[in-house]
């Protein structure tokens, strides 16, 4: 519970904190956001407030036992004295029995205290990451865009967890020792006041020479991480080109420039733990030289009690006990105050973690950004999709995802009910961004999106995107057994139900090969099958939920023509009757939708069926005509 058990006054030889080997750069946050952090994370802790009040009890009384028992030493020593014959032994044995005793009883409620530190920051944290985690799913499409994915998981991992350490460790830490400085410092005056200006000049030297020493190696910790990012990084991207690295003969190019990178991280970590290490022993040794100060000045002073030269009454007074105490006293003062650099550096820390936390948890919804751009904000009377027929009008839309860059021009499409559309076009002319539209992962700047002649800003975006059923470009697949992904947007199908989309797909015959048949677990993403097995599962997938329409983005990019072909017939007679939206770059595989929008510029140049197109010689027939040259 308290350093004053170890060597050199504790604390202050311990050398490095946690925050200097921080792997993520800490940022400054001002006083005023430290006060708001700080009233949350008090929020959480009074929800909890009994756990806080039993804290609080056992860590105070546990540190006053552990004070009161140097005052017994001391007075277990004063009872043998020289030169007066038989020694109380009674005594000695009652002083020795209670200073074991509060000892052990310290000890016990500290292990307690601990056990009670980490539950409650357990239960805090699980809060924290449960908002942290829910606030994620509720965040708009845009923020993602916005936001690398690495950055996201280490506030959920990185930042919670540091958290969750200051919260077990450093405000356990900072309030005992407050309680160990002030009742040492109150013990040390009650034995001899005038001792004490021993650490008026060896503390605040401890103190500035931590600060200096900390300012100077914080870069150096910084450094070693930026040079252990590079490193990894640079095997990250040499392991995942393995095939292109032996193809072009370039192993030894990479081994050369992976040892300048190794030599550079290694270097970084040198330079950081040398100078790092050198915390330790400096303090150490002004520690170790305010208690030979203490020894030394005691002892006169004990001489010269002893011979009557000092009188009782005098502050400098001392009995061998009081020396004793004093010494005891004076570690347990040395130790907490050194560290207390060290453990502000942590808060900090921790303050820069939470705050990170809590700007993503305050970060606005979906909703609550449409209430920013929009004057009527009433989302409880949206009304709620249902059976839709799937009759899909763009007017006169406009959009860009940044301002003054639009990529969307006075759009206008009108999709009757069951047509298959299929939306191509040059990169970037705006393919993609319309179906974010329809599916309100944005939404518009100007103009209006229909479904069945009702604006699709006065639907509830939950039961809107229920209407879609949408296949990526970008397979995505969990842990789980084949099955489990197939049915993953209709939790209630039936077997049955999940191989006749099997079989629909063309997936099937591959997924009764496997030993477990539909029971087979994917793991990481479907890493033990290829891609094209996973982009048939997602289409699969697709199959299954009873929505109106349909959404194919580059659905079919990863398997072969024939087998598109294939799913596309298959993916026609199951959408008999339902709108269904298809971008596709390969235009052979869209030449049987009932209506091609040809995107150009943000805007519809050319719309109609493929013979309609290709007779007119526009600007699709030059794409399609481009693909057979």
């Known amino acids: 519970m308290n350093n004053g058990g170890m060597p050199g006054g504790g604390g202050g030889g311990m050398g490095k904190s946690r925050s200097l080997n921080s792997a993520r750069p800490e940022e400054k946050i001002d006083s005023k956001t430290k006060s708001a952090v700080l009233r949350r994370l008090g929020k959480y802790m009074l929800e909890h407030i009994w756990y806080v009040v039993a804290a609080f009890f056992l860590m105070l009384v546990s540190n006053v036992l552990a004070l009161i028992a140097p005052k017994l030493s001391g007075a277990a020593i004063d009872v043998i004295k020289p030169g007066e014959g038989a020694v109380d032994m009674g005594s000695v044995i009652m002083y020795c029995v209670l200073l074991l ?88 005056l009650s034995i001899s006041p005038a001792l004490i200006l021993v650490f008026v000049v060896t503390v605040p030297v401890s103190i500035i020479f931590t600060k200096y020493k900390t300012k100077k190696i914080r870069p150096l910790f910084k450094k070693r991480s930026i040079k252990l990012g ?102 347990k003062f040395a130790g907490p105050i050194n560290e207390f650099a060290n453990i502000l550096s942590e808060l900090q820390s921790a303050m820069s973690a939470a705050e990170r936390v809590f700007r993503i948890i305050d970060e606005p919804d979906e ?67 319309i179906i974010n539209l329809l599916m309100r992962f944005y939404d518009v700047n100007a103009g209006k999106i229909y479904v069945d002649g009702t604006e699709i800003r006065d639907f509830t975006r939950d039961s809107l995107r229920r209407s879609y059923t949408m296949v990526l470009q970008e397979t995505w697949l969990f842990g789980g057994t084949i099955a489990e992904n197939i049915s993953y947007g209709r939790s209630d199908a039936t077997m049955d139900e999940i191989i006749a989309a099997a079989k629909a797909a063309k997936i099937h015959s591959f997924i009764e090969a496997l030993p477990e048949g539909y029971n087979t677990v994917l793991t990481d993403d479907g890493i033990n099958i290829s891609k094209g097995q996973k982009q048939l599962i997602t289409i699969a997938r697709a199959m299954l939920p009873k929505s109106s329409m349909l959404i194919l983005d580059e659905a079919t990019s990863n398997v072969d023509s024939r087998t598109e072909i294939k799913i596309q017939e298959a993916m026609r007679s199951l959408m008999d009757g339902r709108t269904c939206f298809v971008i596709a770059h390969r235009l052979s595989t869209i030449q049987n939708a009932d209506i091609i929008l040809v995107v150009k510029d943000g805007n519809v140049i050319e719309q109609g069926n493929h013979e309609t197109l290709m007779a007119s010689g526009g600007f699709y027939s030059s794409l399609y005509n481009s693909q057979f040259s």
């Not at 790092?276 to 020894?295: D, T, Y």
């Not at 989302?379 to 940044?402: D, M, P």
């Open 367 to 433: 909703d609550q950004l449409s209430a920013s751009r929009e004057q009527n904000n009433d989302y409880s009377g949206r009304k709620v999709a249902e059976n839709v027929n799937g009759h899909v009008q763009l007017q006169n839309v406009k959009f860009g995802y940044i301002p003054g860059k639009t990529i969307l021009h006075d759009l206008s499409i009108d999709v009757k009910p069951g047509s298959t559309v299929a939306i191509v076009g040059p990169t970037g002319a705006g393919k993609t961004t």
């Open 101 to 188: 005793v509060c000892y052990a009883v310290s000890a016990i409620m500290s292990y307690i205290l601990a056990v009670i530190m980490v539950k409650l920051s357990q239960k805090i944290i699980y809060t924290m990451r449960r908002q942290l985690f829910n606030r994620l799913t509720e965040l708009p499409v845009g923020y993602f865009d916005t936001h690398a994915t690495g950055d996201i998981i280490s506030h959920i991992s990185y930042d919670v967890d540091t958290v969750n350490a200051s919260l077990s460790h450093d405000l356990l830490q900072i309030c005992t020792s407050i309680v160990t400085v002030v009742g040492s410092l109150v013990m040390m």
């Open 230 to 331: 590079m490193l990894n990084g640079y095997a990250e991207e040499m392991l995942s080109g393995q095939r292109s690295i032996k193809v072009y003969g370039r192993e030894d190019v990479i081994t050369g420039r992976f040892d300048e990178r190794n030599k550079d991280a290694v270097d970084a970590y040198y330079d950081a733990d040398y100078h790092g290490a050198i915390i330790g022993p400096g303090v150490n040794f002004i520690n170790n030289f305010s208690m030979a100060l203490v020894i030394i000045l005691g002892g006169i002073c004990y001489m010269y009690s002893m011979n009557g030269v000092i009188a009782e009454a005098s502050i400098f007074f001392m009995t061998l006990g009081g020396v004793s105490a004093f010494v005891q006293y004076s570690r």
